[in-house]
């Protein structure tokens, strides 16, 4: 027998998860289709779904507490040692990167992976290259190439390994670059079946922004990077296109302060920007998102008078490598997120539904740090490192994007 699941095994896997019901037209598909559907329902992990029963999952929140971060003012006294300490660890290879690029262009029109958007007026530039041009620069101060570890989704895998390529990796040298798959959980009704996306294909959606260290693992691609002696990685998202990324006055400032994890962190533009803030939850470190901010959060002040939480994350982490290890045997809290998913009705019609009918799973990275001893927030300039792309016009857009990079000299 081959190393591969076959019907039986399948079938039985099916019906411990009680989700029969995906095989039901397996009978009706070609050989390719079978191969594809039993390969599937290997790689799926059903145990997501009983965190249905067990009601929404990690929601109850701790006593939240202030957590004070490194500010401006500091850093600049500062700059010069952090930033010799962070150079030195760059080029003694113990710095990796990595991008979190599973997501597609949906909310900007377009049907390519998010990263291949152009946000060029009067040239073409790519998400990508943008990102892969603000790293460059700390490639040119340190003389020192850091491996950059790109994490993709099954939905775009190919497209950004193809597009990157094509591109020659916007100067970037190629055996530093890295590919690997983010793991994907089912999505389900609100009975807890699992819907079909196509006879021979299951729903599925990316696991959320806390599942990157566990896939790069599976991949192997988290051993390659502990062997070549990376000790710490800087994980960002792939829309903000003004990051500064393995930023060496960051990184340094992490390691003199000796804590599992970086946060960089803007002042909020408003108290109800929506944006999680960064705060100590139980004594630990933690995040509280935007929607649960209550107006006391809101309204509460530190020593100085000035608001507790106005620091808010722009997905932008250092994490050490020793720290993710301790803790990725641990099950984070899944988030149980209500969405529309397009399904296959028992006609076999394909329906686009206009309303939420059922949940995706997530994991979330303010999970991943609640789980750590030690967070520095660290304070960024907001109008020259956060210029997140999320819509086409308006607040966090293309639009807004395109200002910011002008008023930093990039041109578009």
Same mark, same amino acid.
């Given at each position: 027998?081959?190393?591969?699941?076959?019907?039986?095994?399948?079938?039985? +896997?099916?019906?411990? &998860?009680?989700?029969?019901?995906?095989?039901?037209?397996?009978? #009706? @598909?070609?050989?390719?289709?079978? !191969?594809?559907?039993?390969?599937?329902?290997?790689?799926?992990?059903?145990?997501?779904?009983?965190?249905?029963?067990?009601? +929404?999952?990690?929601? &109850?929140?701790?006593?939240?507490?202030?957590?004070?971060?490194? #500010? @401006?003012?500091?850093?600049?006294? !500062?700059?010069?040692?952090?930033?010799?300490?962070?150079?030195?660890?760059?080029?003694?290879?113990?710095?990796g990167a990595v991008l979190l690029a599973g997501g597609m262009g949906t909310r900007l029109g377009s049907d390519d992976p998010k990263g291949m958007y152009n946000i060029g007026v009067t040239k073409e530039v790519y998400i990508f290259q943008r990102l892969i041009e603000n790293l460059m620069q700390v490639v040119e101060e340190a003389e020192a190439f850091i491996p950059l570890y790109v994490m993709t989704s099954d939905k775009n895998h190919h497209a950004t390994v193809e597009f990157l390529k094509e591109h020659?990796?916007?100067?970037?040298?190629?055996?530093?670059?890295?590919?690997?798959?983010?793991?994907?959980?089912?999505?389900?009704?609100?009975?807890?079946?699992?819907?079909?996306?196509?006879?021979?294909?299951?729903?599925?959606?990316?696991?959320g922004n806390g599942g990157w260290y566990t896939s790069m693992y599976k991949w192997g691609?988290?051993?390659?990077?502990?062997?070549?002696?990376?000790?710490?990685?800087?994980v960002f998202a792939v829309d903000n296109v003004l990051q500064r990324?393995?930023?060496?006055?960051?990184?340094?400032?992490?390691?003199?302060r000796q804590c599992d994890v970086g946060a960089k962190v803007v002042h909020k533009c408003a108290p109800d920007e929506k944006i999680g803030v960064i705060c100590l939850e139980d004594g630990r470190p933690s995040i509280v998102e935007y929607y649960e901010l209550t107006e006391e959060l809101m309204n509460t002040k530190d020593e100085k008078?000035?608001?507790?939480?106005?620091?808010?994350?722009?997905?932008?982490?250092?994490?050490r490598i020793a720290g993710l290890e301790k803790i990725r045997?641990?099950?984070?809290?899944?988030?149980?997120?209500?969405?529309?998913?397009?399904?296959?009705?028992?006609?076999?019609?394909?329906?686009?539904?206009?309303?939420?009918?059922?949940?995706?799973?997530?994991?979330?990275?303010?999970?991943?740090?609640?789980?750590?001893?030690?967070?520095?927030?660290y304070e960024v300039e907001r109008n020259k490192e956060f210029a997140p792309i999320k819509n086409k016009t308006g607040i966090d857009s293309v639009e807004s994007a395109r200002a910011l990079c002008k008023e930093n000299g990039i041109l578009l």
């Open positions: 027998m081959g190393m591969d699941m076959n019907y039986e095994q399948a079938l039985e +896997k099916l019906a411990r &998860a009680g989700q029969e019901h995906v095989m039901e037209r397996y009978e #009706e @598909l070609g050989k390719e289709q079978k !191969e594809l559907l039993l390969a599937q329902i290997e790689a799926t992990d059903f145990s997501v779904l009983a965190s249905l029963k067990h009601g +929404k999952g990690g929601n &109850a929140r701790g006593v939240i507490a202030p957590l004070a971060a490194m #500010e @401006l003012p500091q850093i600049r006294h !500062e700059e010069g040692r952090f930033r010799a300490l962070g150079l030195d660890a760059i080029r003694q290879g113990k710095v020659g990796y916007f100067g970037y040298r190629e055996e530093f670059v890295t590919f690997f798959m983010q793991e994907m959980a089912p999505a389900c009704d609100y009975e807890g079946k699992v819907y079909m996306e196509e006879p021979w294909k299951i729903s599925t959606s990316p696991n691609v988290a051993q390659k990077a502990m062997e070549d002696g990376v000790e710490w990685l800087n990324i393995a930023d060496p006055c960051f990184v340094g400032a992490a390691i003199d008078g000035e608001p507790a939480y106005s620091f808010g994350v722009i997905l932008n982490y250092l994490f045997e641990k099950n984070l809290p899944l988030h149980v997120v209500e969405k529309k998913i397009p399904y296959i009705d028992a006609q076999g019609n394909h329906i686009k539904p206009q309303e939420p009918n059922g949940y995706k799973f997530e994991q979330l990275v303010l999970d991943m740090i609640h789980e750590l001893d030690s967070c520095l927030p």
